[in-house]
């Protein structure tokens, strides 16, 4: 048996490491997957001086300027076009991504949709043409969000969305446990928050892609919404597939409901797996 390889990419903070239970899953359904690290994430993050500072300053942390301020969408989805080409050797191949994964993902499958066969969108951004990922939240169908209240410092001033994940404080591992790991077993969430790199780049959620029915529009797609997410909120997950589905309705998104948190490759990881090879079939 033989099939067609799957590209992981994960969202804000994380790395290929979120992939890890998925990728096993998928190992015993006869599929083969591969994790990659998204631009300024994982392999590819850098942290401020004043995260390693001890003692620890709080209002450096907050103030200072993000080493990965200038990484947007062209840098990322540049990456993972790259990263598609070597995975795939040139064919296409199926791509899940979360949260904002979404957003490089649509960007690079708009540049070079012959690289991606199917998207799967998990609790990601999906976003509509020329609309930045910037104003989600502030929509009636993201405002409950519970990410947003994690930001430190000024995203403007120091050109990235900065979270401090290592704070003692509990009420701040609480609050980042109810954004990210709602669902997940508290060990492993602990596990998880101390993997995570502080700076998204604002750049990536500031600005959009254009997208075209020849480019995005012409790739199958499935979103996997997560129906008890705090990050990305349901309603707005729904909002994506609705604008999607308006402008191009010719090839309509195909749904899936999980009833989990955001981070569903953590919680429900056979569930995951389950809903991916069903869109990434081996072939005999």
Same mark, same amino acid.
């Given at each position: 048996?033989?099939?067609?390889?799957?590209?992981?990419?994960?969202?804000?903070?994380?790395?290929?490491?979120?992939?890890?239970?998925?990728?096993?899953?998928?190992?015993?359904?006869?599929?083969?997957?591969?994790? %990659?690290?998204?631009? *300024? !994430?994982?392999?590819?993050? $850098?942290?401020?001086?004043? /995260? #390693?500072? &001890?003692?620890?300053?709080? @209002?450096?942390?907050?103030?200072?300027?993000?080493?990965?301020?200038?990484?947007?969408?062209?840098?990322?989805?540049?990456?993972?076009?790259?990263?598609?080409?070597?995975?795939?050797?040139?064919?296409? %191949?199926?791509?899940? *991504? !979360?949260?904002?994964?979404? $957003?490089?993902?649509?960007? /690079? #499958?708009? &540049?070079?949709?012959?690289? @991606?066969?199917?998207?799967?969108?998990?609790?990601?951004?999906?976003?509509?043409?020329?609309?930045?990922?910037?104003?989600?939240?502030?929509?009636?169908?993201?405002?409950?969000?519970?990410?947003?209240?994690?930001?430190?410092?000024?995203?403007?001033?120091?050109? $990235?969305?900065?979270?401090?994940?290592?704070?003692?404080?509990?009420?701040?591992?609480?609050?980042?446990?109810?954004?990210?790991?709602?669902?997940?077993?508290?060990?492993?969430?602990?596990?998880?928050?101390?993997?995570?790199?502080?700076?998204?780049?604002?750049?990536?959620?500031?600005?959009?892609?254009?997208?075209?029915?020849?480019?995005?529009?012409?790739?199958?797609?499935?979103?996997?919404?997560?129906?008890?997410?705090?990050?990305?909120?349901?309603?707005?997950?729904?909002?994506?597939?609705?604008?999607?589905?308006?402008?191009?309705?010719?090839?309509?998104?195909?749904?899936?409901?999980?009833?989990?948190?955001?981070?569903?490759?953590?919680?429900?990881?056979?569930?995951?797996?389950?809903?991916?090879?069903?869109?990434?079939?081996?072939?005999?």
């Amino acid at each position: 048996m033989s099939n067609e390889p799957v590209v992981l990419l994960h969202g804000f903070y994380h790395g290929a490491w979120a992939w890890t239970d998925v990728i096993a899953e998928l190992a015993g359904r006869g599929r083969t997957a591969v994790a %990659v690290d998204m631009a *300024a !994430h994982g392999l590819h993050a $850098a942290s401020p001086a004043s /995260a #390693a500072r &001890r003692p620890f300053d709080p @209002v450096a942390y907050a103030t200072e300027p993000s080493p990965v301020s200038g990484v947007g969408l062209d840098a990322a989805a540049d990456l993972l076009v790259t990263q598609l080409d070597s995975v795939g050797k040139g064919k296409p %191949v199926c791509v899940v *991504a !979360h949260s904002m994964g979404g $957003a490089v993902l649509t960007r /690079a #499958a708009e &540049r070079q949709p012959g690289l @991606v066969a199917h998207m799967v969108y998990l609790a990601a951004y999906m976003p509509a043409s020329n609309t930045p990922c910037l104003g989600y939240p502030a929509l009636p169908e993201g405002r409950d969000n519970r990410f947003m209240q994690l930001l430190v410092g000024d995203p403007a001033a120091i050109g $990235a969305l900065r979270i401090d994940h290592r704070s003692p404080d509990p009420e701040a591992q609480s609050a980042i446990r109810e954004a990210f790991y709602g669902d997940v077993e508290p060990s492993r969430a602990a596990a998880a928050t101390a993997l995570l790199s502080c700076d998204a780049p604002l750049a990536m959620v500031a600005e959009s892609t254009t997208l075209t029915e020849q480019g995005w529009g012409s790739i199958p797609r499935t979103y996997v919404v997560c129906t008890k997410d705090r990050t990305i909120p349901a309603g707005l997950q729904r909002l994506f597939i609705t604008q999607a589905d308006t402008a191009f309705p010719t090839n309509p998104t195909t749904v899936v409901e999980l009833p989990t948190a955001h981070s569903a490759f953590l919680s429900a990881p056979a569930r995951v797996a389950d809903v991916i090879a069903d869109r990434a079939p081996a072939t005999w």
